[in-house]
């Protein structure tokens, strides 16, 4: 079945930057939009970038400028660069993917465990 791994969240100072990953393994046809999502104690999980099978790219206000979602198609990877942190970025990001089993089934959604990213203040 479907598995993500998410890993390079970490601890950093404000201002400093960060790479996330994130790899789609598992027996299926294709991966379609994929993208970043975190969340915090007591909040509702928020979008933070996506990107389309076709490589458009959306972002969350708080985060234009600063980061940049990218995706390896022949990896089945989507990654999100983080620069210029602030206290605000802490939060778990989870990793979130789309994908069809068959050229023909419906797509699914599936997401990883995520990955802790904390920025001092």
């Known amino acids: 079945q479907v598995h993500l791994v998410e890993s390079g969240g970490g601890l950093v100072q404000p201002g400093g930057s960060l790479r996330l990953s994130c790899a789609a393994s598992g027996n299926f046809f294709s991966v379609y939009d994929m993208g970043w999502y975190r969340q915090v104690s007591g909040t509702q999980r928020e979008l933070v970038a996506t990107i389309t099978g076709g490589g458009t790219v959306n972002y969350a206000e708080s985060v234009k400028g600063r980061f940049a979602v990218s995706r390896d198609n022949a990896k089945n990877m989507v990654f999100l660069q983080m620069n210029d942190l602030k206290p605000e970025d802490t939060a778990l990001y989870f990793c979130?993917?789309?994908?069809?089993?068959?050229?023909?089934?419906?797509?699914?959604?599936?997401w990883g465990q995520g990955t802790q990213v904390t920025v001092s203040s």
């Open positions: 979130n993917v789309h994908l069809i089993y068959s050229p023909i089934s419906a797509q699914y959604e599936y």
